[in-house]
């Protein structure tokens, strides 16, 4: 199955139901199930996005450490926009999430664009 690195705390956002659209500067044609790999990089970006969520959001309970470099979910992208009313887009498009499902973190290298993830998913 195919996989899409997201930086946190989005992808857990999406591994947990609560962001319905990943942003993206590339538009995508695939519609199906996908692993989400958290990418590895953690820094200021990261801890400010944190601090958006919990302002916009203030009713999700994110956790206090997030797993990074592996994947923590599958999902399935449904459709890809370039406008919606859904409050997580921002993107110049937005591929558009459903049953989003955690799984235990796996740890594997993660790509720009879909990936095969170098990991044994039988």
């Given at each position: 199955?195919?996989?899409?690195?997201?930086?946190?705390?989005?992808?857990?956002?999406?591994?947990?139901?609560?962001?319905?659209?990943?942003?993206?500067?590339?538009?995508?044609?695939?519609?199906?199930?996908?692993?989400?790999?958290?990418?590895k990089?953690?820094?200021?970006?990261?801890?400010?996005?944190?601090?958006?969520?919990?302002?916009?959001?203030?009713?999700?309970?994110?956790?206090?450490?997030f797993?990074?470099?592996?994947?923590?979910?599958?999902?399935?992208?449904?459709?890809?926009?370039?406008?919606?009313?859904?409050?997580?887009?921002?993107?110049?498009?937005?591929?558009?999430?459903?049953?989003?499902?955690r799984?235990?973190?796996?740890?594997?290298?993660?790509?720009?664009?879909?990936?095969?993830?170098?990991?044994?998913?039988?």
């Open positions: 199955m195919r996989a899409l690195s997201v930086l946190q705390p989005w992808a857990w956002l999406l591994a947990n139901g609560h962001k319905d659209v990943e942003n993206r500067s590339w538009a995508t044609r695939y519609r199906g199930d996908f692993f989400i790999h958290a990418g990089r953690w820094g200021r970006e990261q801890r400010d996005d944190v601090a958006w969520v919990r302002h916009h959001f203030p009713r999700i309970e994110l956790p206090a450490t797993d990074l470099g592996g994947i923590v979910g599958a999902a399935t992208i449904v459709d890809c926009v370039d406008e919606s009313d859904s409050p997580w887009f921002s993107g110049d498009f937005g591929f558009v999430v459903a049953n989003a499902v799984i235990k973190f796996i740890p594997c290298r993660g790509m720009l664009g879909f990936f095969e993830p170098a990991v044994s998913h039988g």
